[in-house]
């Protein structure tokens, strides 16, 4: 009996980690892998609004602070090959402009392999005529 009580919460457990172990995999089949460590963009933190910057994407009319938060996937390239806007947002014309120019950006530094897909999140910052960036 008390052998029977204790398998059920084994199994349980068992469970949650299996499902929570592995995340999912994208439709083209690489490993996705956390890039917080593995990738980086520019010789500074800021390097990715400079390059934002550089593409002249602020509308004509000042916003005094908004924010949107992208899901990057490079590859092991450097090269960004989806760019998603999951959280928050500026404008629908300006997030998906922005996430046009961060697919065409120069290559990021990656240390992953070829199989694998570094996930990277971006939050976006506008305000007044300022981009800024965070990179997590």
């Known amino acids: 009996m008390i052998k029977h009580l204790l398998l059920i919460p084994l199994a349980l457990l068992t469970a949650g980690r299996a499902a929570s172990q ?3 995999k994208p439709a083209n089949d690489k490993e996705l892998v956390n890039g917080a460590r593995q990738t980086t963009f520019g010789a500074t933190p800021q390097a990715i609004g400079d390059y934002l910057m ?6 004509e ?7 949107v938060a992208y899901r990057l996937l490079i590859d092991h390239k450097g090269k960004v090959t ?3 806007p999951f959280f928050g947002g500026i404008s629908a ?3 998906e402009t ?5 697919m065409t950006m120069p290559a990021w530094k990656t240390a992953i392999r070829e199989n694998q897909l ?8 506008v305000q007044d005529k300022t981009i800024t960036t965070e990179l997590h």
Do not use: G, H
């Not at 550089?54 to 509308?59: F, G, S, T, V």
């Not at 922005?98 to 961060?102: F, G, N, V, W, Y």
């Not at 570094?118 to 910052?125: A, E, H």
């Open 54 to 59: 550089q593409q002249n994407l602020l509308p």
């Open 118 to 125: 570094s996930v990277v999140y971006l939050v976006v910052i």
């Open 98 to 102: 922005i996430a046009r120019s961060l």
């Open 22 to 24: 592995d995340p999912p």
């Open 61 to 67: 009319t000042t916003i005094s602070f908004k924010r």
């Open 82 to 84: 989806e760019a998603t």
């Open 93 to 95: 014309d300006m997030d």
